[in-house]
């Protein structure tokens, strides 16, 4: 699995489009983005993922450069309920996630 | 919206002693996994199953630990003999043919 790379820390204001970068640049052809978040000690939970196309959800967006080096986590409106650990993983199929240190994402009111 | 689910949400064993954590995967799911956070420490991969059988472990999951699928719904997790190292929450997750995992909420696991 690609390994990916995240600042460990941001803040974003209430209301504003939180915007989470990712690095992967050893990312394979064949190998999803997938974002997840985790709230205090609950279960990660799924948000996003895609392979080369830009997609969108009810929760967020997410921007894939053209070349599948590195993409965005787009929060459109952020509230404080979005204040969680944000994973960005490369995976292939059903194979196991595996969990970096995330970015702290922390919304100010 | 279908959920995975897990009990207990907390349990509490003394060192020694075994335990068998629950889940209920999402119906209709094919593939489980176990997973496991330390207090303050990343999501770490314990086990996955498909088609009855453990398709990959990690080296966390050793002789004292095992997975079981006893009947159509239920998933379990059993360590045989806790230590108190194995303080942790403990995280189920399925996946079916959208190969996107879904988490259960946890179950912490206190070894006193």
């Known amino acids: 699995d690609a390994k990916t790379t995240q600042p460990p820390s941001m803040d974003c204001a209430e209301g504003r489009a939180a915007n989470l970068p990712c690095n992967h640049s050893t990312i394979s052809g064949n190998e999803y983005v997938y974002w997840y978040r985790q709230i205090h000690s609950q279960g990660p939970q799924y948000i996003i993922h895609g392979l080369k196309n830009n997609e969108t959800n009810e929760m967020a967006s997410l921007i894939i450069t053209e070349d599948r080096k590195s993409s965005t986590l787009i929060l459109p409106h952020a509230t404080l309920r979005d204040t969680a650990v944000y994973y960005c993983i490369a995976i292939q199929g059903a194979q196991k996630l595996v969990f970096g240190q995330g970015t702290r994402l922390t919304i100010n009111p | 919206e279908p959920e995975v689910t897990q009990t207990p949400s907390h349990q509490v064993t003394q060192m020694g002693q075994e335990v068998i954590l629950r889940c209920v995967p999402i119906?209709?799911?094919?593939?489980f996994y176990w997973y496991r956070q330390i207090l303050g420490q990343k999501v770490e991969f314990l086990v996955s199953?498909?088609?009855?059988?453990?398709?990959?472990k990690s080296e966390i999951f050793d002789d004292q630990f095992s997975v079981e699928r006893p009947d159509g719904s239920n998933f379990t997790l059993k360590i045989r003999s806790t230590k108190l190292e194995d303080s942790a929450m403990y995280f189920c997750?399925?996946?079916?043919?959208?190969?996107?995992?879904?988490f259960g909420p946890g179950t912490r696991l206190t070894v006193l």
């Open positions: 119906s209709n799911h094919l593939y």
């Open positions: 199953f498909y088609n009855n059988e453990i398709s990959e």
């Open positions: 997750a399925s996946t079916g043919f959208t190969d996107t995992q879904y």
